[in-house]
């Protein structure tokens, strides 16, 4: 199915264009665009790939923000790592998100056969099998660079997904980002909507697009392994499993920086899950995830508090924030 999809929500986040966004407030986002438009569509990957893996060297040095963030993740769940190995991940995984950022406008500019013929898919048959027998499916999506593309590829093949949005802070951006997510079909809930649209969308046919990996600081989360520590981590996936009779199928979205290729690869589903235990359910979340990132760690978004919730009450990010400002 190739044709354009008219997946309207009253339910979902359906943010639209405002002469607002042309005021001068939003004048730098603007020439922004025109800048990176052309860039993008010009610049070869390959150069694109020198410029991020520049600017990332640079960048690595300076530990504060989300920069420190990423070191502190790498180091929490890397300890065994070098500091010249844990800053060799930090430089791979800042290079991809350089290179993904610059490419990320194509995904617009160019054309649906472009985008399709650009993207490498792997397992599609593991989600096919289900969808083509009218099962319901709940995609589990890690937090890549290239985490909507996958959303996006899946909808242009007429398998429109229903994902949770973040308001970005940008209004102008936030419009911008939300069309191209739904620009072949798709929804988008917030999550101060509660569950249930997403919940009915799954059951109407939509892929669930679930991110497993945020640590929203709910009490009902689990202290549950992630590589060498321990992570807050949600076991609502087994109860939106039951719910709505869906299988869970692992999917990473990633990017290869050097070529400018997206790189889909779909996981056969989760066996035997849930298991009726939460504890059990999220370690097997977190064991998936690390299987995902295995030998490809750069498509991670280490820059995130992953590890913001800890068991003991201490927030590691805000600690080191306060030991460089003394």
Not at 108 to 131: A, K, P
Not at 175 to 199: D, S, T
Request: one cysteine or more; glycine letters at 4%.
């Amino acid at each position: 199915m190739t044709k354009q999809r008219h997946d309207y929500d009253a339910h979902a986040y359906n943010p639209e264009f405002s002469r607002a966004y042309l005021a001068p407030k939003y004048w730098g986002t603007w020439l922004m665009l025109l800048i990176a438009m052309p860039f993008s569509l010009l610049v070869p990957a390959r150069a694109k790939h020198r410029f991020a893996h520049w600017v990332a060297r640079k960048l690595v040095k300076k530990k504060k923000g989300t920069i420190l963030n990423a070191w502190l993740n790498l180091e929490a769940c890397f300890p065994e790592k070098s500091a010249q190995a844990r800053e060799a991940v930090l430089i791979d995984t800042l290079t991809t998100a350089g290179a993904f950022l610059l490419s990320f406008p194509l995904i617009t500019l160019r054309s649906r056969q472009w985008f399709q013929d650009h993207c490498d898919v792997i397992g599609m048959e593991h989600i096919t099998r289900h969808t083509d027998n009218d099962e319901a499916v709940i995609l589990f999506v890690p937090h890549t660079w290239a985490i909507d593309a996958a959303a996006i590829l899946f909808a242009s093949q007429g398998l429109p997904v229903a994902a949770f949005s973040k308001r970005q802070k940008n209004q102008l951006l936030d419009w911008l980002m939300h069309r191209q997510r739904v620009q072949y079909g798709g929804n988008c809930y917030e999550r101060e909507a509660g569950i249930k649209p997403f919940i009915r969308a799954v059951k109407r046919g939509f892929l669930g697009y679930y991110l497993p990996d945020e640590d929203m600081r709910d009490e009902s989360s689990e202290f549950v392994p992630f590589f060498a520590t321990t992570k807050a981590t949600l076991p609502s996936l087994g109860k939106l499993s039951k719910v709505t009779r869906s299988h869970i199928i692992p999917v990473l979205s990633g990017f290869d920086a050097k070529s400018g290729r997206f790189m889909i690869e779909v996981h056969p589903a989760f066996n035997d899950f849930p298991t009726g235990n939460s504890s059990t359910d999220a370690r097997m979340m977190n064991q998936q995830i690390e299987t995902m990132l295995d030998g490809q760690l750069d498509q991670y978004m280490w820059i995130l508090q992953l590890l913001r919730t800890r068991e003991d009450g201490r927030n590691i990010y805000q600690e080191a924030k306060r030991k460089r400002a003394s």
